[in-house]
């Protein structure tokens, strides 16, 4: 009895045992590499004789339109003149540690990429080949970025408050001064329109005092639920001289699913205050100003044109997160000047600060938030707004 359930055991064990082969007839190792998230491409004498499907994704090319190329042709050209992946492809026999390059794509994006060389030697055709894997750092990169802006941010604006301070004593002595003196002089005195001048100037010098107070230690948020869209058209209507007399159309696009955010009203009317100005300002012979809703979407660059933001579906169906899209039809901005607009000081404009887009910044992080700038010279700019939803689960 006990035997015959042995064997019945047995005969089961050995049914359950028989897929996992038929699996492993199927899984060789071509199909495990093409299936990789990690990128490959493998070369023989520098051409490509292999390239598996995230590498091929990532470079923006179908897998045999690569085959035969020389990898040369993904370098950009300022680095073919320069060290590359070909130099490591001479030293035989030995596996490169991971190094960073990058790459050109088929619509013409450089990459930064890190990668690997590990030399392939088969002994049945005698031929030498190199195993190249590399992953993009693109995220990476900007976040790297991003954190050694923060940094800065952080020590310049210990600078800028302590600097403030000193300088705000001394410039109310200057003003009150001038004020005495000026209460003893005849309005057609020629000091005395000096005097009025000092105590201008002194007025300007504290605005700007204050905006680097703002900089340096903005007040913190005091949160509350509000409708994004009602605080865009508050906002607006503050503006609308302006948008009429630069001769600027204003048009609107909310969308209906749009939940209500968690943020300091007031901060986030002084980050929209701002981004309206600089598009009024990008447009000195008027143009239009366009602003979009919507929630838990994906925003990308696309690769040509203006970078224009696409949808591409929405997050788990959860409603965390607001996006205000703001897009203006100026002058736009650069790329050499576009990374560096959140840098403190920096301005394109004659009278300009600098601090307005940094000021943003920090305000948008203080709300949760984020603020992205997409933008090509002579087509204008979008800035995209990340403002945190209202949840009562």
Known sequence: MIGAMTSKIQMQKSKYQTKPGKIQERLNYKSIIQN??????????????????????????????????????????????????????????????????????????????????????????????????????????????????????????????????EIKNPLAGIKTSAQVLEEGLKSDDPRYQLTVRIAKEIDRIDGLLKKFFNFAKPSEPHYATYDIEMIIDGVYLLLAHQFKSNNVSFKKDFSKRVPQVFVDENQVEQVL????????????????????????????????????????????????????????????????????IFTPFFSTKKDGTGLGLSICRQLMLKNNGEIDIMSEEGKGTTVVLTLPAFSNH
Do not use: W
């Open 36 to 165: 990789m998230n990690t990128c490959v491409i493998i070369t023989d004498e520098r051409k490509i004789i292999y390239v598996n499907d995230a590498a091929s994704k990532t470079l923006g090319y179908k897998s045999r339109s690569l085959i035969g190329k020389n990898l040369t042709s993904l370098f950009p050209v300022q680095e073919k003149r320069h060290f590359t992946i070909n130099d490591f492809l001479t030293i035989r026999d030995k596996i490169i540690p991971r190094n960073e390059l990058s790459f050109v794509t088929k619509d013409k994006k450089t990459i930064p990429i890190g990668f690997t060389v590990t030399p392939f030697y088969d002994s049945k055709i005698k031929s030498s080949a190199s195993i190249i894997t590399f992953r993009d750092l693109t995220d990476i990169k900007r976040m790297e970025d991003y954190m050694r802006q923060i940094d800065r941010l952080t020590i310049l604006s210990q600078i800028t408050a302590g600097l403030a301070h």
């Open 273 to 340: 205050m701002n981004v309206f100005l600089n598009a009024l300002q990008a447009m000195p012979n008027g143009g239009m100003v366009s602003v979009k809703t919507n929630t838990n979407v994906v925003y990308e660059e696309e690769s040509s044109g203006l970078g224009d933001i696409r949808i591409k579906g929405t997050i788990d169906g959860k409603e965390s997160v607001a996006y205000v899209e703001i897009t203006d039809t100026g002058v736009g901005i650069s790329k050499e000047n576009l990374e560096r």
